[in-house]
């Protein structure tokens, strides 16, 4: 029991790990390589865990559509093929009156999709939240960080901003709080006070009401810790990787 137990913790800190620290963006190795086509070119952004999986190919007979996504590239060309996918909101069936893009960048030979730029107005709050995710990260998704800008062997993220403008882009979306709502009320649905402050359940790594950025807190002081969570993780993995080995080496010296 005592075994299954540790197994599990060992895979829950390991997700939380994986999770909390970036990892480079890679093809998957069921994508058909070299990318010889549009479709395997869409195929490879998707292998990245991006959320256009909805998206339809552009094309004369596509009349109406919201969720789009162009291809420029030549088959057999060594150049980068570039994946457009365009998010349209506003009388669609018109053109659309307002868009937000998000555009891609994969290598024919090994598959791998970078994240190139993002361009046009800001996603309503009625958007797929995975666009929003995409948005507000500038095109980060499940951990992978953009290629652009980076140098290799170095990860020059700043947390602290992409914090900010998270908690930023999640306060922006509440709705404000009924006149006569009760902050003390466990039951109540997330909302704006007034004053600027939060009420109801905050989500996961989110400040508590009344000590983050949108209702007057001073700088990190009070979230400083989710700076140091990847750190905080890792060593408690390690130390439970220790004491796990230790109480191996001394139950096989009690049995020898």
Avoid at 152 to 158: A, I, L, M, R
Avoid at 170 to 186: G, M
């Amino acid at each position: 029991m005592t075994t299954k137990r540790g197994i599990h913790l060992l895979l829950t800190l390991s997700l939380l790990l994986s999770a909390a620290l970036p990892v480079s963006a890679r093809a998957s190795e069921s994508i058909q390589l070299p990318i010889d086509t549009p479709a395997e070119a869409h195929d490879a952004v998707i292998a990245n865990g991006t959320p256009f999986g909805d998206f339809v190919l552009l094309d004369d007979a596509l009349i109406g559509a919201s969720q789009y996504y162009e291809v420029k590239g030549e088959p057999g060309s060594s150049a980068a093929w570039i994946v457009t996918y365009t998010y349209g909101w506003g009388d669609c069936q018109a053109g659309c009156i307002s868009r937000h893009t998000f555009a891609y960048q994969v290598d024919p030979v090994s598959g791998v999709a970078a994240f190139d730029s993002q361009q046009g107005e800001a996603l309503p709050v009625n958007a797929p939240e995975g666009l929003l995710m995409l948005e507000a990260l500038n095109g980060a998704t499940s951990g992978i960080v953009p290629i652009t800008g980076m140098k290799p062997g170095t990860d020059d993220t700043d947390w602290a901003v992409m914090y900010d403008q998270w908690y930023s882009d999640f306060i922006a979306t509440l709705e404000p709080c009924a006149p006569d709502v009760d902050p003390a009320d466990l039951m109540v649905m997330t909302c704006l006070l007034p004053d600027g402050s939060v009420a109801g359940p905050m989500p996961l790594f989110a400040p508590a009401p009344g000590h983050g950025p949108a209702d007057g807190g001073e700088g990190h002081g009070d979230d400083g810790w989710v700076h140091e969570l990847p750190k905080i993780i890792l060593a408690v993995l390690l130390a439970w990787v220790g004491g796990a080995a230790l109480v191996g080496w001394r139950k096989s010296r009690a049995n020898s």
